[in-house]
């Protein structure tokens, strides 16, 4: 079983900047794509971004040019840092994990972590 634990979220001021980190742990032998979702209350989960094992990004187009998001491969490690945040950005951001390989399980599967709450106030 592979567990994703969130950190870094709180509360900030408009046009403040947080970063969110999400580690992997379990038996893990690969990660295809990690990424983050949010999901603002009375409102559908989105995706925010995601990377590949390769780096290959994709990012919703209303955080381009504010959000990055990295990893490290070795780690198991997935960030999100925030720059430039809006009321708008408020929402629990969740850790996905897509086509994870784990050691003697046959197939892959996909985790989520269990959120971190980010609220953009003044």
């Known amino acids: 079983q592979v567990q994703l634990v969130e950190s870094g979220g709180g509360l900030v001021q408009p046009g403040g900047s947080l970063r969110l980190s999400c580690v992997a742990s379990?038996?893990?032998?690969?990660?295809?794509?990690s990424g983050w979702y949010r999901q603002a209350p009375g409102k559908q989960r989105e995706l925010v971004a995601t990377?590949?094992?390769?780096?290959?990004?994709i990012y919703a187009d209303s955080v381009k040019g504010r959000f990055t998001i990295s990893r490290d491969n070795a780690k198991n490690t997935v960030s999100l840092q925030m720059n430039t945040l809006q009321p708008e950005d408020t929402a629990v951001y969740y850790c996905?994990?897509?086509?994870?390989?784990?050691?003697?399980?046959?197939?892959?599967?996909?985790?989520w972590g269990q959120g971190t709450q980010v609220t953009v106030s003044s």
């Open positions: 379990g038996n893990i032998f690969s990660i295809g794509a």
């Open positions: 996905n994990a897509e086509r994870v390989q784990e050691y003697g399980v046959f197939g892959q599967r996909a985790y």
């Open positions: 990377i590949t094992s390769g780096g290959t990004t």
